[in-house]
């Protein structure tokens, strides 16, 4: 055993070596996940101190699970919790389809030139932020935005957008795909191009429709990516969107948009900063989220899928 690792060692030693210039591409991406991805774990002991800006993280007492214990006692943290799966899991069911269904009508175009053009369009609100977002939709959504101005030329009664708490999370799902599916769908579009065309001749040859060849070439193939990027989403659930609801929101529907984020952004600038205590909170959610990730992976291999790591 004492010269076999040594022996491991030096085998490994030589096939880096021997494969230098792939490991030096990767080198600065190494370099910036370890500065800034792993780097700041070292925050993650807030979550077991009580905070002193004297201190700073290494200096601050220790207080055990104390965090924990007022993180789990306030109403309004499980509250935010809800809200946050509720509005989350209605991304699933709503928002997670668009980019595929607008990945397979794209790659049904015959004309290069129009599917490109349709590309563009669809992909270019991707590259614009949520404030600007939000001050088109407040534009056009308000009591006297463009679609109540409409409203009233035609005699109707004015409707309250932006201020009713059964519309907003609609808002939310169709604002955030219009915004991300051209851009999510290029992943989609990149796992089409690699189907081997002969699988179509063949559905062509045996005289299937259009239809037919979506459902039983282009499908099957696009499973596994659909499958991945179910995967991930699911590990997300308890991450809701802050910027995007940040931004939308408002006081008369603060009772429906309070997602864990934003209450973690409240409880962290909104007061006296605790930091102990919104670090609880983080560590909370990302291991609920690494709980999802985990349990969905294991879903998608026991349904047949070949899960993240194959």
Same mark, same amino acid.
């Given at each position: ?13 030589? @096939? ?7 490991? #030096? ?11 800034? !991805? ?10 077991? /101190? ?39 899991? #209605? ?18 175009? !015959? #004309? /290069? ?30 009591? @006297? ?11 109707? @009664? /004015? ?21 991300? !599916? ?40 696009? /499973? ?29 529907? !603060? ?18 900063? @605790?930091f102990g205590f919104s670090m609880a909170i983080s560590l909370f959610r990302s291991v609920v989220n690494c709980f999802f990730l985990v349990a969905a992976d294991w879903g998608a291999k026991k349904l047949g899928g070949t899960g993240l790591f194959g």
């Amino acid at each position: 055993m004492k010269q076999t690792i040594p022996r491991k060692l030096s085998r490994l030693g030589r @096939d880096i070596w021997k494969s230098r210039a792939i490991y #030096g591409l990767m080198l600065p991406g190494l370099i910036w996940f370890v500065l800034f !991805a792993y780097g700041p774990m070292s925050g993650l002991l807030l979550a077991f /101190k009580t905070y002193s800006a004297k201190g700073g993280i290494w200096g601050s007492p220790w207080c055990g699970w104390e965090n924990f214990m007022y993180v789990f006692r306030d109403a309004a943290f499980l509250r935010s919790v809800f809200t946050t799966l509720r509005i989350n899991i #209605g991304r699933l069911l709503f928002q997670f389809p668009v980019p595929i269904i607008l990945a397979l009508l794209l790659n049904e175009c !015959a #004309g /290069k030139r129009y599917k490109k053009a349709a590309q563009t369009i669809f992909t270019f609100p991707y590259f614009l932020s949520w404030v600007i977002v939000a001050s088109l939709i407040t534009n056009t959504l308000s009591m @006297d935005g463009l679609l109540n101005g409409v409203l009233s030329m035609l005699g109707l @009664d /004015k409707v309250n957008f932006l201020g009713s708490s059964r519309l907003f999370a609609p808002i939310l799902y169709i604002t955030e795909s219009w915004k991300s !599916a051209g851009w999510n769908a290029i992943i989609y579009l990149a796992a089409l191009s690699g189907i081997d065309m002969d699988q179509y001749e063949a559905a062509k040859l045996d005289g299937a429709s259009r239809w037919q060849t979506l459902v039983h070439v282009t499908l099957p193939n696009l /499973k596994p990516t659909i499958i991945v990027m179910l995967v991930l989403s699911i590990g997300n659930l308890m991450t809701g969107g802050f910027e995007q609801i940040f931004n939308l929101s408002n006081p008369a529907v !603060a009772d429906v948009c309070e997602i864990l984020d934003m209450y973690i952004y409240r409880v962290t600038f909104g007061s006296v900063p @605790d930091f102990g205590f919104s670090m609880a909170i983080s560590l909370f959610r990302s291991v609920v989220n690494c709980f999802f990730l985990v349990a969905a992976d294991w879903g998608a291999k026991k349904l047949g899928g070949t899960g993240l790591f194959g």
